[in-house]
T-cell receptor
C-alpha cells in the first residue's frame, strides 16, 4: 500500500492553461519531493521541501511553482507550459536518508 | 555530471532464472546510500532495496540482493528466481546523505521476463 497519493493521475492541458498537481502523504514524513520523468531520460529532481521549507530548486523554469502548505501536502502549480514539459511527474516523501517513497505519478500532456 | 550509470538499457531473462542488473556510481562523499527501484508500466516507483555506504554486509530483501563493491563503486542488483511480474524498468539511485537534494537516478534497465 502506498502512503503517497497524487491527483490527478492524468492531465491534458493547453499551453495557456493553469493547472495544479497535488501530492499527499500519510506516512508522517518530513520531506517531500517533485521529480520529472521524461521519456528516455533519468528522473530529474525538481524541488525538495524539508519541514515545509524549500531546500532545493534544481534550476526549474518559473512556469513550475511548488507549494508546501504543510508536511502532508505538496502542490505543483503549472502555467504557460510548453509541449516539452509533457512527462510523468512523480512526488515522493521521506523521513530518513535511507528511504524515499513515491506516489503513482501524474502523466501530463501539454498540447 | 551523471553520477549513476546503468549500462544495460534492456535485458531478457527466462522465468525462474536469476538476473544481475549493473549499476556504477560516482561520489566523493564518504557517506551515501544506494537504492534500487522498480517501475512497472503503471508508472509507480516501488522501492526494492537499500545499501548504506558503511554497511558491512550486502543488503538482501527477499528475492532481491545488492552486490555492493565499494572499491569498484558498483551496486549491482540480483533478482533470483525471476517471475513474470518482475518485468519492469529498474532504476539505481544514490543519495549523498548530507544533502536533501542530491538524490540522483540512473537511466534505468528494462527487464522483460519470458515464460
Amino acid at each position: 500500500e502506498t502512503g503517497v497519493t497524487q491527483t490527478p493521475r492524468h492531465l491534458v492541458m493547453g499551453m495557456t492553461n493553469k493547472k495544479s498537481l497535488k501530492c499527499e502523504q500519510h506516512l508522517g514524513h518530513n520531506a517531500m519531493y517533485w521529480y520529472k520523468q521524461s521519456a528516455k531520460k533519468p528522473l530529474e529532481l525538481m524541488f525538495v521541501y524539508s519541514l515545509e521549507e524549500r531546500v532545493e530548486n534544481n534550476s526549474v523554469p518559473s512556469r513550475f511553482s511548488p507549494e508546501c502548505p504543510n508536511s502532508s501536502h505538496l502542490f505543483l502549480h503549472l502555467h504557460t507550459l510548453q509541449p516539452e514539459d509533457s512527462a510523468l511527474y512523480l512526488c515522493a516523501s521521506s523521513h530518513r536518508p535511507n528511504e524515499q517513497f513515491f506516489g503513482p505519478g501524474t502523466r501530463l500532456t501539454v498540447l | 555530471a551523471q553520477k549513476i550509470t546503468q549500462t544495460q538499457p534492456g535485458m531478457f531473462v527466462q522465468e525462474k532464472e536469476a538476473v544481475t542488473l549493473d549499476c556504477t556510481y560516482d561520489t566523493s562523499d564518504p557517506s551515501y546510500g544506494l537504492f534500487w527501484y522498480k517501475q512497472p508500466s503503471s508508472g509507480e516507483m516501488i522501492f526494492l532495496i537499500y545499501q548504506g555506504s558503511y554497511d558491512q554486509q550486502n543488503a538482501t530483501e527477499g528475492r532481491y540482493s545488492l552486490n555492493f563493491q565499494k572499491a569498484r563503486k558498483s551496486a549491482n542488483l540480483v533478482i533470483s528466481a525471476s517471475q513474470l511480474g518482475d518485468s519492469a524498468m529498474y532504476f539505481c539511485a544514490m543519495r549523498e546523505v548530507d544533502s536533501w537534494g542530491k538524490f540522483q537516478f540512473g537511466a534505468g534497465t528494462q527487464v522483460v521476463v519470458t515464460p
